[in-house]
T-cell receptor, first 113, second 114 residues
C-alpha cells in the first residue's frame, strides 16, 4: 500500500516558467512533509519542508503548499532553471515515530533552456 | 554543515559474498537510516537505528542486517549478496532542529552483484 504517491513520473517545463510538482498521501497521521532533490549518482538533498500546522512554506524560488483536507501537497519552483532538472521526492513522517520517512516514487523534472 | 559519508561510491561483488556498507556522520546524530533506491520504486527503508546498539527493521529488511557499535557509524551488511540486491544504497542521518526535523543523506553506494 503506497502511502505517499507521486502520480506523474515526469514533468517538462520551459526555463523561466513555473514548475508544479504534486504529491498525495493516504495516511492521515502524517504531520510533517519534505521535498528532496536528487541528481544521478548522488544522494538526495533536502529542499524544503512543511508542518501540518501550516499550509504554505517558502524558501527562495521554492514554495510548498499543503492541503490537509485533500491530503495533497505541491512544490512550486519559480522561475525554473535548467539546474533544477533532477528527480524530486516527496516524503512524509509521523511525529514521534523515530522520524521515519515514507517516500514517494519520485518525479523527474526537465527544465528546457 | 551536516556531513554524511559512505565508504564506497561504487562496488561490484559476486553472488554469495558478504558485503559491508559503512556510513559515518560527524554531527552526533542519534538516528541513522539505510535506504535503497531503485528506478520506479523511490526510496525504501531497510533498517534504522535510534541509538548505539539499537536497531529497527524498515519496510524491506529481508536479506540485510545492520550494526551500530558507535554513534557516528552505521553499517549495512548483506550476509550473502544476491543479484536482486543490485541497487543504489543511501545512508541518512537525522537532524532535529527547533522547528524542523530533516534527514541528511550521504552520496550513495552503487552496488552491483554479479
Amino acid at each position: 500500500d503506497q502511502q505517499v504517491k507521486q502520480n506523474s513520473p515526469s514533468l517538462s517545463v520551459q526555463e523561466g516558467r513555473i514548475s508544479i510538482l504534486n504529491c498525495d498521501y493516504t495516511n492521515s497521521m502524517f504531520d510533517y512533509f519534505l521535498w528532496y532533490k536528487k541528481y544521478p549518482a548522488e544522494g538526495p538533498t533536502f529542499l524544503i519542508s512543511i508542518s501540518s500546522i501550516k499550509d504554505k512554506n517558502e524558501d527562495g524560488r521554492f514554495t510548498v503548499f499543503l492541503n490537509k483536507s485533500a491530503k495533497h501537497l505541491s512544490l512550486h519552483i519559480v522561475p525554473s532553471q535548467p539546474g533544477d532538472s533532477a528527480v524530486y521526492f516527496c516524503a512524509a513522517s509521523v511525529a514521534g515515530a523515530n522520524s521515519k520517512l515514507t517516500f514517494g516514487k519520485g518525479i523527474t523534472l526537465s527544465v528546457r533552456p | 554543515d551536516v556531513k554524511v559519508t559512505q565508504s564506497s561510491r561504487y562496488l561490484v561483488k559476486r553472488t554469495g559474498e558478504k558485503v559491508f556498507l559503512e556510513c559515518v556522520q560527524d554531527m552526533d546524530h542519534e538516528n541513522m537510516f539505510w535506504y535503497r533506491q531503485d528506478p520506479g520504486l523511490g526510496l525504501r527503508l531497510i533498517y534504522f537505528s535510534y541509538d548505539v546498539k539499537m536497531k529497527e527493521k524498515g519496510d524491506i529488511p529481508e536479506g540485510y542486517s545492520v550494526s551500530r557499535e558507535k554513534k557516528e557509524r552505521f553499517s549495512l551488511i548483506l550476509e550473502s549478496a544476491s543479484t536482486n540486491q543490485t541497487s543504489m544504497y543511501l545512508c541518512a542521518s537525522l537532524f532535529r532542529g527547533y522547528w524542523t526535523t530533516t534527514q541528511y543523506f550521504g552520496p550513495g553506494t552503487r552496488l552491483t552483484v554479479l
